[in-house]
């Protein structure tokens, strides 16, 4: 599940996915999407999202890969698109903070 939006709180978008490849400990695919929208509306397009996450060990660690395919290319997408784009920025933000500063006081993550 995916939530993104200014007010985490009260998100402009959640999708929900089902897991439809798993190859532990280096791949996992997600598809069969699910939209939801603030205001209930159905999101103004039809897409076929799949988000593929892939782990390759490093001599230093891992690196992390994610591919997401299946954006429609009408104009109606494209705040969907801007929307996720800042989605995974945030995620990827919150991932590397993790990792270089660790759990936040109080074990909250």
């Not at 929900?16 to 103004?44: N, Q, S």
């Amino acid at each position: 599940m995916g939530a993104w939006g200014p007010d985490e709180d009260a998100p402009d978008y959640i999708t929900v996915g089902r897991i439809v490849a798993w190859e532990p400990p280096h791949r996992m695919r997600l598809g069969a999407f699910e939209y939801f929208t603030k205001d209930g509306a159905d999101l103004p397009f039809v897409a076929a999202l799949e988000t593929e996450f892939l782990v390759r060990p490093t001599k230093t660690g891992s690196v992390l890969s994610v591919n997401q395919t299946g954006f429609p290319a009408e104009p109606d997408a494209d705040a969907f698109f801007a929307a996720c784009e800042r989605g995974w920025k945030a995620t990827f933000e919150g991932i590397q903070r993790y990792v270089t500063e660790g759990a936040p006081a109080g074990g909250e993550e």
